[in-house]
């Protein structure tokens, strides 16, 4: 079966830095682009940075970008964001998601991902 698992969460003072990671594993993560995707209490789901198949081409929301660095490890079926500079307003469950196109024109629509793992939470607070 399809299961991605993130890990890495939990609470960090503003200004720090927290590292996830998402144990993908049932698909051919090699193949696939991913996505990291957040909600904040009581928000919708936020597409946060996506990172193509092969980890050579990324993209960021802008309020993350230059902040958030995502990459991938294919031989250990491990996706990461690396956060730093984090925000109060970064507070939300994180959530890996598998991209389903062949291209990368929309991996900002939530429609475009058929896998999504149970999210892990980021709390940034003093």
């Known amino acids: 079966e399809v299961q991605l698992v993130e890990s890495g969460g939990g609470l960090v003072q503003p200004g720090g830095s927290l590292r996830l990671s998402c144990a993908a594993s049932g698909f051919f993560f090699s193949g696939s682009g991913m996505s990291w995707v957040r909600q904040a209490p009581g928000k919708g789901l936020e597409w946060v940075s996506f990172i193509n198949s092969g980890g050579d081409s990324t993209s960021y929301a802008d309020s993350v970008k230059g902040r958030f660095t995502i990459s991938r490890d294919n031989a250990k079926n491990t996706l990461y964001l690396q956060m730093t500079s984090l925000k109060a307003e970064d507070t939300a469950v994180y959530y890996c998601?598998?991209?389903?196109?062949?291209?990368?024109?929309?991996?900002?629509?939530?429609?475009?991902?058929?896998?999504w793992g149970p999210g892990t939470q980021v709390t940034v607070s003093s």
């Open positions: 998601a598998k991209y389903t196109l062949g291209d990368t024109l929309a991996v900002e629509s939530m429609t475009n991902y058929d896998y």
